[in-house]
């Protein structure tokens, strides 16, 4: 049980994260729109497997990092604290405005999974985010199951969210109201990560071993 509270920090801010419009959403959105749910579903499934890589590489990354030298500990999370900080200000800070979805491009149906696949690729924030989130749960001695289940987790959250977006989304109703409630899931994703950033860089100098 001690070792699956440290999902709790890290879903509180992937989660909302996630909800942002962001190039995968905008991806899963046009390839809906211009071709159906289907091509959403299959887009949707290349999006899960780029941001599932992008967890591993970083889980794993920070774990070797951290079994090799140790006191790299207190640097990471500091960096990672520093870095949702950065990002939660700008949430907030941030004036509503519209996704631009009608000028982004749209994949062949054939083609809708890999094209998901590599706009995450494509998107260089997610790893660094990935490596920021997951620095308040990594240390040199979590637990390998407790890696894959988090990897797990990632990719079940984006999977359930974006086919919920490429089945809804695309309908102008919908889009519409998620248009009004955006800014408001921005401000709140905003404030998560700048209090759960400045634990963090508090928490530096003593991080603590799940």
Do not use: Q
């Amino acid at each position: 049980m001690h070792h699956l509270l440290v999902l709790i920090p890290v879903f509180a801010v992937f989660i909302p994260a996630l909800m942002l419009p962001g190039p995968d959403f905008v991806a899963v959105v046009r390839s809906s729109m211009t071709h159906g749910a289907r091509a959403g579903l299959m887009t949707t499934l290349g999006v899960t497997t780029g941001l599932c890589l992008y967890a591993s590489l970083s889980l794993i990354g920070l774990s070797a990092l951290l079994v090799e030298y140790r006191w790299l500990t207190w640097l990471v999370r500091a960096a990672g604290g520093g870095y949702l900080v950065y990002l939660g200000v700008r949430l907030v800070l941030t004036r509503p405005a519209a996704v631009a979805i009608g000028d982004a491009p749209a994949p062949a149906p054939s083609r809708a999974a890999l094209f998901g696949f590599l706009v995450t690729l494509t998107n260089p924030k997610a790893v660094v985010l990935f490596a920021s989130v997951f620095a308040t749960a990594v240390s040199a001695d979590t637990p390998g199951w407790l890696m894959a289940l988090m990897v797990g987790l990632v990719g079940l959250a984006s999977l359930l969210w974006y086919a919920l977006v490429s089945l809804f989304m695309a309908s102008g109703p919908v889009m519409r109201r998620f248009e009004r409630a955006r800014h408001w899931i921005e401000r709140a994703a905003g404030v998560c990560f700048v209090g759960l950033g400045g634990k963090l860089i508090a928490d530096a100098r003593s991080p603590v071993t799940p």
